[in-house]
């Protein structure tokens, strides 16, 4: 994995852990490991699509599953669009890892229409559908911050200050 996407993971886990050890203090029956997990190598096939061609998510995918990190890998399937979401259901590592990488531009920690003003930049190119298919997608996210937030006893825009505190210790 490059350094940047490392720097990237990384603070993907920041606001991942954030958002999970809330909702987990609040009683919900979420697993933190995984949480954590899932954030730090959501983008594990970003380096090989970049170098070689092809779709990051099924290749990261792929490289989880080929470790025996099954579960790992269902959330790095979705970590760029969820298949299924329940915005009164239980809450799912999934939809944190998907926010929480929503929530970082590069390795800066940003708000939901910061990062939807950079992924449409950068890959709209002026196609109507992949911008509407992009801005369909942040709907969603905006739809999985306020369940997320419902559990939370802080607010979308104190992610940055209280994340940027979160120790993660990897080599």
């Not at 958002?19 to 697993?31: M, N």
């Not at 999934?94 to 890959?123: G, T």
């Amino acid at each position: 994995m490059w350094d940047n996407i490392k720097a990237h993971s990384l603070q993907v886990a920041k606001v991942a852990l954030l958002i999970g050890q809330g909702i987990w203090k609040k009683g919900e029956d979420i697993s933190l490991p995984l949480v954590l997990a899932g954030a730090l190598l959501h983008d594990i096939g970003k380096t090989e699509a970049l170098r070689k061609g092809g779709d990051h998510v099924e290749i990261g995918k792929t490289i989880c599953v080929e470790q025996g990190l099954k579960e790992v890998a269902q959330i790095v399937a979705e970590h760029v669009r969820l298949r299924s979401f329940c915005s009164n259901g239980v809450v799912q590592e999934k939809e944190i890892v998907y926010y929480a990488d929503k929530r970082v531009n590069h390795d800066q920690i940003v708000s939901l229409e910061e990062r939807l003003d950079y992924i449409l930049s950068r890959y709209a190119r002026k196609d109507p559908r992949l911008r509407q298919a992009i801005v369909k997608n942040f709907h969603m996210c905006k739809e999985v911050e306020k369940k997320l937030f419902t559990y939370l006893d802080f607010h979308p825009w104190e992610v940055r200050k209280l994340a940027l505190k979160q120790s993660i210790l990897v080599k």
